[in-house]
């Protein structure tokens, strides 16, 4: 089952640094001889070939020098920026406001055949209404500290929902109970989301399951993750997006979504959930 959802990423930090400690071993050059060619401390190189620190553009382009490797720097830096893209945090994602990561989304989406999608915590984007997606992203936006375009980001997000009915899109929906009790916004705001829900049910692109307070647990309750075709995986922490491709990772969550899904109620007994989610709202 999946473990920490970072350790792809951390994976990928930990083989560029042998990459690169195979470059000063290859140039017979001791750590402290590297990095005085550098012109750093050598808890510098040390704290970078332990992948304790990720190695800056110049930093990769030093170390090339210093190795004789001038040649190999752009494929290092390349595999740098990759490996920097798989844990994102979410206040850099959002440093100019939330417009740009929603659309960056919406690529994804456009690029997938089929989304498998599970959530414990919020409805997903591309099913929520304007008015949903407005009081989360205010709650993000206050917490975060960053930019505040939500009506540009809140467009860009809603503006997804048009994949559910281009045709050539499969979106396959695992929700928590709890997130149809969980009140994001007042009432009318969370009654008109849930009632949102019933609407797209009937859709043939949509397959919506929702997992019971009452189910025997298979699975534990995990964070909020995204698996677009067999290809990548995005997870959602408070923090951070992290993007997995490595295979092995990616068989864990197929395999937890698989397990997560068993445990699912579809068709008739959803929207028995989804209207007394409703009704509770009195």
Known sequence: MPTSPSSSAQAAREALAVRLAHLRKDAGLTGRELSARCGWHP??????????????DADIRAWCTATGADDQ???????????DSMYQEWRRLHRNGMRKAQ???????????????????????YLQTPAYATALMQSITAFQGTPDDVADAVAARVARSRFLYEGGHRFVVLMEEWVLRSRIGDAA???GQL??????MPLASVSLGIVPFTAQR??????AFYLFDDRQAAVETLTAEV??????????????????????VYGDNARALITAAINFLG
């Open 43 to 56: 808890a510098k190189t040390t704290r970078i070939q332990k992948a304790e620190i990720a190695a800056s």
């Open 73 to 83: 720097a752009a494929d290092l830096i390349a595999t740098a920026r990759a490996v």
């Open 103 to 125: 659309e960056d989304w919406s690529d994804r989406h456009r690029q997938a055949r089929v989304c498998r999608t599970y959530v414990s915590n919020v409805v997903p984007g």
């Open 189 to 191: 705001t969370m009654a």
């Open 195 to 200: 009632r949102h829900l019933l609407t797209v």
């Open 218 to 223: 298979v699975i534990w309750p995990l964070e």
């Open 243 to 264: 993007n997995i491709s490595q295979p092995r990772e990616l068989a864990d969550y197929a395999q937890a979504f698989a397990g997560l899904a068993e445990m699912a």
